[in-house]
């Protein structure tokens, strides 16, 4: 019988890691390193996470440490990869361990840009349709059923119903590389002018803008102001806001929608539940990305 992969004793657990994803740090060669391991679906899990276009494929990220060159600049870099071992269980990817000034906000969205706009060479393993993909997913819990408990009702309502023309509606816009998650965690260090990123787990082929719109969601600075970082030569600015905007709405509202959800589980009125610590953040996002919101209706 094959022995179960099981991490060495001597690792260090790291917090975080996507879905179906678990890190360590590693002194290895006088080094260090983040390990993550990528385990293998299961029979009863969706089919989709082995659809090598879907953004939620389980082994992008060891086919990024393989092939390295579709996300090499110009913008974002990633670390440098060690070895890709590959077992029954999974795949166990190694990453240079990434010490230095984390980016500024606006530095993130120029190099978001930059990344876009490049020429690239799709590999087969790219994702695609992320924000489709991710609407996907709220549809299959109901859409926004909490929300339409809310003031916002009519507001979620409209977009909600609206989504088919706006996903159409980004298909025809200008497509360029995406990194696919566009959150502080991942934008490790500056290295010169470009921002070495981390967790390629969604890497793909979207709209020009997409990424802005999503990295709005955190970061400090207004969504006009990214807009305008982002906006380096080769990209068109009116196309890129419509792509950042619909991203930057659908995607606030869908994060409201979880947590809200989690939290109406409890007892007591949804009212009530809007100043809680874990619902609260996600209510003041879509509050600051209102004027997106507003632009979509």
């Known amino acids: 019988m094959t022995p179960v992969w099981e991490p060495h004793p001597d690792w260090q657990p790291l917090p975080g890691g996507p879905s179906g994803a678990r890190l360590w740090r590693v002194e290895a060669d006088g080094r ?73 906000g606006l530095l993130v969205a120029r190099c978001l840009g930059s990344f876009a706009s490049a020429a690239y060479d799709a590999p087969a393993w790219a994702s695609r349709d992320l924000l489709r993909r991710r609407l996907e997913l709220a549809e299959q819990r109901g859409g926004w059923r909490t929300l339409a408990r809310t003031t916002l009702a009519d507001v979620t309502a409209a977009l909600w119903d609206r989504r088919s023309h706006w996903l159409a509606r980004l298909e025809q816009l200008p497509q360029g590389r995406l990194h696919g998650d566009a959150v502080p965690g991942n934008f490790l260090a500056t290295r010169g002018a470009e921002v070495v990123t981390a967790d390629w787990q969604a890497v793909g082929v979207g709209p020009v803008g997409t990424d802005v719109g999503y990295w709005a969601l955190s970061s400090r600075e207004d969504f006009e102001v990214l807009l305008d970082a982002f906006c380096v030569p ?49 209510l003041r996002a879509v509050q600051r990305q209102f004027p997106q919101i507003e632009a979509l209706l």
Not at 249 to 262: D, I, K, N, P, T
Request: glycine share 12%.
């Open 234 to 282: 080769g990209v068109d600015r009116t196309s890129a806001a419509v792509a950042a905007r619909v991203t930057a709405a659908y995607s606030v509202l869908s994060r409201a929608e979880w947590a809200l959800a989690q939290a109406a589980a409890g007892e007591g009125a949804l009212a009530g539940k809007f100043r809680h610590p874990a619902v609260a953040p996600y």
């Open 32 to 104: 260090g390193w983040v390990v993550k391991r990528l385990a293998r679906p299961d029979v009863d899990e969706p089919a989709v996470v082995g659809r090598a276009d879907h953004p939620g494929y389980w082994r992008r990220e060891a086919h990024v440490a393989q092939a390295p060159g579709f996300v090499d600049g110009p913008g974002l870099v990633p670390a440098g990869f060690g070895a890709v071992e590959e077992d029954a269980d999974g795949v166990t990817v190694w990453a240079e361990e990434v010490l230095g000034e984390p980016p500024t």
